[in-house]
T-cell receptor, first 115, second 112 residues
Framework: EAGVAQSPRYKIIEKRQSVAFWCNPI?????LYWYQQILGQGPKLLIQFQNNGVVDDSQLPKDRFSAERLKGVDSTLKIQPAKLEDSAVYLC?????????????FGPGTRLTVL | GQQLNQSPQSMFIQEGEDVSMNCTSS?????WLWYKQDPGEGPVLLIA?????ELTSNGRLTAQFGITRKDSFLNISASIPSDVGIYFC????????????FGGGTRVLVKP
């Protein structure tokens, strides 16, 4: 079974530029998550989708971050414009259901550096 | 908001040693999970705990869900070089829709 796919793996941009990340979850997983992991810290949830609907985006900085999952499968996360403090690894995860075990399957992440 | 504190923040291991790390919370959780993250990879689930007092093993790993539901510990027995990495605890509360709160991690390194 293929795991969670993310691209690109690395991205370097200058502040005030825009950037987008892509995630393809494990086939059949209804729930998709985007996390931000700053160096030396644990992952922090940015947004959670159930199919193509948003379940939780309470920690998403909506003035600059946006995310969509139009067909309930893959998802994109966008930052516009980027700030220096956005430098982090952006992890995508998926799970087969929205309640119960709590187990989430993570992709390898996209490492973003903002100069 | 909820905060999970992991200790120690880092530790050195020597092959064959047993190591222990823990996680405490200011809030109650109904589920505790332990993940391991290798460099350049996403976290991978090691053990999940669903009941206060539960003790669960996965090979050389043993984890327990604290009675107060505010803490958990992870033990690694007879450590080997591939145990190096960052270990994260994560808590989930009830009908939060699988929303996980992660600790800051314990970095396990090999003694030089």
């Amino acid at each position: 079974e293929a795991g969670v796919a993310q691209s690109p793996r690395y991205k370097i941009i200058e502040k005030r530029q825009s950037v987008a990340f892509w995630c393809n979850p494990i086939s059949g997983h209804a729930t998709l998550y985007w996390y931000q992991q700053i160096l030396g810290q644990g992952p922090k949830l940015l947004i959670q989708f159930q199919n193509n609907g948003v379940v939780d985006d309470s920690q998403l900085p909506k003035d600059r971050f946006s995310a969509e999952r139009l067909k309930g499968v893959d998802s994109t996360l966008k930052i516009q414009p980027a700030k220096l403090e956005d430098s982090a690894v952006y992890l995508c995860a998926s799970s087969p259901r929205s309640s119960g075990s709590g187990e989430q399957f993570f992709g390898p992440g996209t490492r973003l550096t903002v100069l | 908001g909820q905060q999970l504190n992991q200790s120690p923040q880092s530790m050195f291991i020597q092959e064959g040693e047993d190591v222990s790390m823990n996680c405490t919370s200011s809030s109650i959780f109904n589920t505790w999970l332990w993940y391991k993250q290798d460099p350049g990879e996403g976290p991978v689930l090691l053990i999940a705990l669903y009941k206060a007092g539960e003790l669960t093993s996965n090979g050389r790993l043993t984890a327990q869900f604290g009675i107060t539901r505010k803490d958990s510990f992870l033990n690694i027995s007879a450590s080997i070089p591939s145990d190096v990495g960052i270990y994260f605890c994560a808590g989930m509360f009830g009908a939060a829709g699988n929303k996980l709160t992660f600790g800051g991690g314990t970095r396990v390194l090999v003694k030089p």
